[in-house]
C-alpha cells in the first residue's frame, strides 16, 4: 500500500480527495491535515510515501513544507497539488524538493497516477503549466526583494514595511525600486501584482 498524507486546508475538498484516494486499492489515506503548521509533525509521526500538499493554506505554505519534508523525510515524495498555477509556483515547489506539480482543474484519474509515478521517482508536472514556466523564465527578483514586494502588496508604507522587516527606509526604497526595475512595471502595486501572478511571491 501506497501511504498518503493529505495537506489540504479546505474542508470539503480535502474529503473528497481522501475518499477518491482510498478507492484506490494500493493507497491508504494515513493522515489529513487542515493547517500548513500540522503537516511536518504529522508526516514525522505517520510516516506516509506521498505527502499531497495545498500549496497555499494556514500557517506554513505547501513549499515550506515541501522543503522541511525533503530535509526530515527524505524517503517521503511530495505532491504539490494547488488552484494557482503559476509558473514561479512549479520552479519554487521544484526547488523545494517536490516531485510533481499538479493544479486542481485537472482530470480526478490523474491524480492517483500521479501519486504512484512520483513514488516511483519520476517528476509528474502539469503539461500546460510545464510550458508556461519555461516561457515565463525563473525570478528575477532576488530573496529580499521577493520579501520586501510582498509587505508593499498590501498597500503599506514605506515606513511600515521598514518596521516590517527591519529595515532602513532608504534600503525599502531601493529594493522596491529594483524589483520594479526588474519587473518592467510602472510601480510597486503593478510589480506586486506581476511577481504575485507569475508565482514569485
Not at 509556483?89 to 504512484?116: H, I, N, Q, S, T
Not at 530573496?143 to 534600503?171: F, K, M, N, P, Q
Amino acid at each position: 500500500m501506497i501511504r498518503v498524507l493529505l495537506a489540504e486546508d479546505q474542508g470539503m475538498m480535502r474529503g473528497a480527495l481522501a475518499l477518491l484516494l482510498n478507492l484506490e486499492q494500493d493507497i491508504e489515506v494515513v493522515a489529513q491535515v487542515g493547517h500548513g503548521d500540522e503537516v511536518v509533525d504529522t508526516a514525522l509521526r505517520t510516516r506516509p510515501d506521498v505527502a499531497l500538499l495545498d500549496i497555499e493554506m494556514p500557517g506554513r505554505g505547501g513549499l515550506e513544507n515541501a522543503a522541511d519534508l525533503h530535509e526530515r523525510l527524505p524517503g517521503c515524495a511530495v505532491l504539490i497539488l494547488t488552484t494557482f498555477g503559476r509558473p514561479g509556483y512549479l520552479r519554487r515547489a521544484m526547488e523545494a524538493g517536490a516531485r510533481g506539480f499538479l493544479v486542481k482543474d485537472g482530470p480526478v484519474e490523474d491524480l492517483a497516477d500521479a501519486v504512484r509515478r512520483v513514488l516511483r521517482g519520476e517528476r509528474v508536472i502539469d503539461p500546460a503549466l510545464a510550458a508556461a514556466a519555461l516561457s515565463t523564465g525563473p525570478s528575477p527578483l532576488t530573496d529580499r526583494e521577493r520579501d520586501v514586494l510582498a509587505a508593499a502588496a498590501d498597500g503599506s508604507t514605506i515606513s511600515d514595511i521598514a518596521a516590517r522587516l527591519h529595515l532602513s527606509e532608504s534600503t525599502v526604497r531601493n529594493y522596491l525600486s529594483s524589483a520594479i526595475g526588474k519587473t518592467g512595471t510602472r510601480n510597486r502595486i503593478e510589480a506586486a501584482r506581476l511577481a504575485r501572478h507569475n508565482g514569485w511571491l
